[in-house]
């Protein structure tokens, strides 16, 4: 199984700060990689597929990047409603498997 | 709109059975292969299993954790999937998620999901 391993497991950051959450594949996914935001009370959201490709009516200060083994989110700029909590999936080798999750809170 | 909409949870003993059903709308359901995706309590996100397409054989996978106890099946015909799950555990607890999968053969991302299905397995 491909292990995802995310981090940090939590961040507090303020409202226009620049955040970057991490995640590591234990093996190659070849850019079969999502993130998803899940809001408290909510199902899961997908944000970017592919690695990077944005979703319709995403805003565009998500963004994604990586490849083979590493893929990293950004959000460029902190807003209010980004409070929630960030998954990353590999798409790559079933069992599909998902990262931990980072919490995104604001200071 | 496109939607999917999951019903059959409920609170069960460890051991019983409990089905649940997805009924998608607003796109031709059978172009898709379907997941479920489950959430324990204050925990992530567990994959339990999917079903192809019937262009690509209707044929499932599934997680290690729920092998042989569940099954997933669907009747396109009615815009619905299926999570057949027997001799429940208390580990089972969870919100159950179906999910479409935006490709037909299973291998892309998850970009609908439904509100969830509580349940809860107690004695």
């Known amino acids: 199984d491909i292990q995802m391993t995310q981090s940090p497991s939590s961040v507090s950051a303020s409202v226009g700060d620049r955040v970057t959450i991490t995640c590591r594949a234990s093996q190659g996914s070849s850019h079969s990689v999502a993130w998803y935001q899940q809001k408290p009370g909510k199902a899961p959201k997908l944000l970017l597929s592919a690695v990077a490709r944005l979703e319709s009516g995403v805003p565009s200060r998500f963004s994604g990047s990586g490849s083979e083994t590493g893929y990293t989110l950004t959000i460029s700029s902190l807003q209010p409603e980004d409070v929630a909590t960030y998954y990353c999936q590999q798409y790559y080798r079933p069992p599909w498997t998902f990262g931990q999750g980072t919490k995104v809170e604001i200071k | 709109e496109v939607q999917l909409v999951e019903s059959g949870g409920d609170l069960v003993q460890p051991g019983r059975s409990l089905r649940l059903s997805c009924t998608g709308s607003g796109f031709t359901f059978g172009d898709y292969t379907m997941s479920w995706v489950r959430q324990a309590p204050g925990k992530g996100l567990e994959w339990v299993g999917f079903?192809?397409?019937?262009?690509?054989?209707?044929?499932?996978e599934d997680a290690a954790s729920v092998r042989g106890r569940f099954s997933i099946s669907r009747d396109d015909s009615k815009s619905i999937a299926y999570l057949e799950m027997n001799s429940l555990q208390t580990e089972d607890t969870a919100v159950y998620y179906c999910?479409?999968?935006?490709?037909?053969?299973?291998?892309?991302?998850?970009?609908?999901w439904g509100q969830g299905t509580v349940v809860i397995v107690s004695s």
């Open positions: 999910t479409r999968d935006r490709s037909a053969y299973g291998g892309d991302a998850f970009d609908i």
């Open positions: 079903i192809r397409s019937k262009d690509y054989g209707g044929t499932t």
